[in-house]
């Protein structure tokens, strides 16, 4: 398989072909965004035949009439059951119904850029991958949705990752959401049902376990609504720590010290706290010295946001870390 740079130039664009185009979406209570999610597929800039296959969960609110009205009013939409609700369940749902060979995921409170599937065939036949994405750029409308924006796209908040952070194009760990071409999903046998979260990093982990590339490119941006709150975004990132314990437990070999950094900080902010509070006072140097990092470092990556952001985003990140590195010790094996 071929790792050859992105070709940008019109001779590599004129090379290219535009087959049939699967776009797959898991859905569960998304009646405020599935409207826009499906008009920005469905309006794709894209040659080619273009389906959407919509995995519906039991929804509690007006998702599945929403969807049902949509499918009504473009042919190139359709739903499949997905009962168990589970995202990894309903991908594999849909990429079973779905009828092409390139497959694109795209989430229920996304909208894509109307070059997105576009973009993802020439960047999988440029350069040879199964599995092409770019970046999750988070953008938020309130105060604390700006000051999340802020963590989220930058170092601070959740380190380097470049689906994060953005970067060069190139061979990457994983990437947002994910263009994949079918016989690739074959070959590892689609995503895990058992990873309730983190599948699509799990997933990329086998592809490229199994030969295959992941591919990130700058050129593949999609939007992303932060979490409104503080309650809600502790709520995710716990969640999300707990699923990375679990793909480390599975695939020990990927360990590292970007994932191991959030719960060695924690044990470190309150074994310092509690050593402090019992005496010995340069325990307080540990906790002490992560808010002055975090205070910090919010100065340097929030310097453009406004003031009622600025003030937050020390908070929000204390949020992302202390939350993300809980969920990864209190991470049970029997996890669901």
Known sequence: MSNQPEQRGAAGKDAVEYPG???IMTVLNEERHLASAVQAVLQQDYPGELE????????TDATDAIAAELAAADGRMRTVPNPAGATPVGLNRAIKDAKYDII???DG???????YVRTAVEVLQETGADNVGGIMFAEGTTPFEKAVACATNSWLGVGGARFHVGGEAGPAETVYLGSFRRSALERVGGFDEGMRRAQDWELNYRLRRSGGTVWFTPR???SYRPRPNV???????FRTGQWRREVVRRHSDTVNLRYLAPPLALLGIVGGTIAGAAG???GFLIPGGYVAAVVAGS????RKLPLKSKVMLPVVCATMHTSWGAGFIFSPRDLK
């Open 231 to 237: 309650k809600a975004l502790a709520k995710q990132y």
């Open 104 to 106: 694109v995921r795209v």
């Open 220 to 222: 593949m941006k999609v």
């Open 109 to 115: 409170h996304a909208v894509l850029p109307p070059d």
């Open 52 to 59: 959407l296959v919509v995995a519906l969960g039991p929804s």
């Open 21 to 23: 185009v699967s776009v």
């Open 299 to 302: 100065l340097i990556v929030g």
């Open 280 to 282: 010995f006072w340069p």
